[in-house]
């Protein structure tokens, strides 16, 4: 076994590693960036080593910077996680080359399955089903069109060295096809200096189903099973399960099959998925899953096939690396119940998925399920990286169970003030057409609407706030960020406000309220509930929050004020310039709403502020002092 492994990541998955590291007595090595100097993966680890800048292009994609802190600390392997280096085959040689143990595929093979049309070729020649289109050399137009015509539409022009999405389109008629291929080429050469494109055709009802395979030194190679990940923004994953619903054994036994005819086209070692496209039309067929592509690494989803099957995938990366056989034969392998993961992303849905970011003054992500995550309380969510803050996994007998517990999982997130998509995600599993499988990768943004829950808590929450700030419960000192939670409510009332409004709230014994959670201090209530976060101001300005009505400006984002051009009790013209917020590198100007009287100024230049802040309130002109 390795001795002392290099973990040449960040975050959830560098603590993940860590873990089976530690149980296996392997000594760890992190890197970090300015940002991540205090991160948790860095102090989970035996030793760290700073790489560089905050940014990411500076740090974590340096790979030569990696490879010193490598040999530096006298560690024997490198583990890529995914993202950053992971699939980057001149850094896995470079790794190898340097004398270390590069825990993952040989080079060659990310090579091969690193262009989507040479491995369309090879997957083709190997006897594995691909998607109908045209994946030639020749990137004549007119030939592009010609095959476009022959496969019928609608079909999708994708980048041959894409990902994540971009260098995607899809054509619906041919007179749309030509605008389409040249808007696909100048994405394709902006982002990945490679404008060849490969045409296939678009499946109208897509699941997108992947199977988890794995190779050793010793020409074994075995499946995992499946996993579902249809439920997509963007072309990004939002949550996956496993086994895929609704498939058969024999679908099940021709996919598993074929991914590992896949993986041993190119001689595979190490974690690999091979992804696959089903029209999903008339249910999940063999002969309607296509092979798509294989990413040459561990997925960010391989919780859900390790609940199912009881194995740790980490743990397999390093025996195997270590040049052991596989820890299981196929036939030692089976399906235990499932598993269905949600990914908690750092982003507001309410204001379109904006980023947060921000210090973690309140994280609790409960005691259900599994969870992995790379932030603690008190930690910061960094605007230079992927906005995923935790994982959250849950196990149940069959899918109906496993849905239950993850919604019971989200139901307990409590995340201040930081926003998350944890009510997004709770009203995604709660949704009947994803209880009954009727589902898609269009899934998401047919029912974005309904999905995004109302950023304005409803009277039940409002009341729930209320008996919050009454509790007699005084555990909480005033002041401490601890949560608790409240089953009954007082004979009490209270005035608390909301965006400069303020309501006095009567609380009778038995009254409706939603079981929220929360914490309180001298100047707010905060509440949880199914997910969502809602801020209520509980100071004694009260009066004049509520007459000015809609004249509260609020902070649209976490950021820095840079500068306020206005005092308290001057006068204001609408559309006039009151203060300057800077966020995610970029300076909003907030203004009046209406003229009037700058009746509170509650932030000075230089000050940090969080997302909904009061920072001014504008009183109408004419308005009684």
């Not at 998607?131 to 539409?153: C, N, R, S, V």
């Not at 099940?252 to 091979?274: L, W």
């Not at 993850?406 to 995340?415: F, I, M, N, R, Y």
């Not at 005035?495 to 038995?510: M, P, T």
């Amino acid at each position: 076994m390795i001795k002392s492994l290099l973990i040449a990541n960040r975050g959830e998955i560098a603590c993940r590693i860590i873990r089976t590291a530690r149980k296996l007595g392997v000594h760890t090595v992190a890197v970090y960036s300015d940002a991540d100097a205090k991160a948790l993966h860095v102090r989970m680890a035996d030793e760290a080593v700073h790489i560089g800048p905050s940014p990411a292009i500076e740090s974590y994609l340096r790979g030569e910077k990696i490879i010193a802190a490598a040999k530096a600390t006298k560690a024997q392997a490198v583990h890529p996680g995914y993202g950053f280096l992971s699939e980057n085959a001149d850094f896995a040689q470079a790794v190898i080359d340097a004398g270390l143990i590069w825990v993952g595929p040989k080079p060659d093979s990310i090579r091969a399955m690193g262009l989507k049309d040479a491995a369309k070729k090879l997957m083709a020649d190997a006897g594995v089903p691909v998607t109908p289109g045209y994946h030639g050399e020749d990137q004549d137009p007119a030939l592009l069109k010609f095959e476009a015509d022959a496969i019928g539409y609608p079909v999708l022009i994708k980048a041959v060295a894409g990902g994540g999405g971009k260098g995607m389109r899809r054509v619906d008629a041919a007179e749309d096809f030509q605008e389409a291929l040249d808007s696909c080429k100048r994405e394709a050469a902006s982002s990945f200096g490679d404008d060849r494109v490969l045409i296939e055709k678009y499946i109208l009802s897509p699941r997108h189903i992947e199977v988890q395979v794995f190779g050793d030194s010793h020409g074994n190679v075995v499946h995992l099973f499946e996993r579902d990940c249809s439920l997509q923004r963007r072309h990004q994953k939002v949550i996956e399960e496993a086994p895929a619903p609704g498939m058969d054994e024999a679908t099940r036994e021709a996919v598993c099959g074929a991914a590992v005819r896949a993986a041993k086209a190119v001689n595979y070692e190490g974690a690999g998925t091979i992804e696959f496209i089903a029209d999903a039309s008339k249910g999940l067929k063999a002969d309607r899953i296509w092979f798509m592509e294989m990413n040459t690494r561990l997925q960010v989803e391989h919780p859900v096939t390790e609940e199912i099957t009881g194995q740790d995938l980490v743990e397999w990366q390093l025996r195997v690396a270590s040049g052991e056989k596989l820890p299981k034969k196929q036939d030692e392998l089976s399906i235990n119940g499932h598993a269905i993961e949600a990914r908690l992303y750092a982003e507001d849905p309410a204001k379109g998925f904006l980023p947060s970011v921000g210090r973690l003054e309140h994280f609790d992500l409960g005691d259900e399920g599994r969870i992995e995550t790379g932030v603690e309380e008190g930690d910061a969510i960094s605007p230079f990286y992927d906005p995923m803050i935790a994982k959250l996994v849950a196990w149940g007998e069959d899918r109906a169970e496993a849905i239950g517990e993850l919604a019971s999982v989200l139901d307990e997130v409590e995340v201040w003030p930081v926003r998350t998509n944890a009510g997004f995600l709770f009203n995604a599993l709660l949704d009947e057409d994803f209880g009954g499988t009727r589902i898609d990768t269009g899934f998401i943004e047919r029912k974005l609407d309904e999905l995004v829950p109302d950023p304005e808590p409803d009277e039940a929450i409002w009341r729930g706030a209320a008996a919050v700030a009454t509790a007699e419960d005084e555990e909480e000192a005033i002041g401490e960020l601890s949560g608790f939670r409240l089953n009954a409510s007082p004979n009490l009332g209270v005035a608390l406000g909301r965006g400069g409004k303020f309501q006095r709230i009567e609380l009778e014994d038995g009254e409706p309220m939603a079981a929220v959670s929360g914490f309180r201090d001298e100047e707010r209530v905060v509440v949880f509930y199914e997910g969502q976060s809602y801020e209520f101001d509980r100071s004694s300005r009260g009066s004049v929050g509520a007459a000015a009505g809609d004249g509260a400006i609020l902070a649209p984002m976490p950021g820095k004020v840079t500068s306020v051009e206005v005092s308290k009790s001057g006068k204001v013209a609408k559309g006039q310039r009151l203060l300057t917020l800077e966020a995610m590198k970029m300076e909003h100007g907030l203004v009046a709403p209406f003229d009037g009287v700058v009746a509170e100024l509650n932030v000075k230049a230089g000050a940090q502020v969080q997302v909904d802040a009061v920072l001014a309130v504008i009183e109408p002109a004419g308005s009684p002092a």
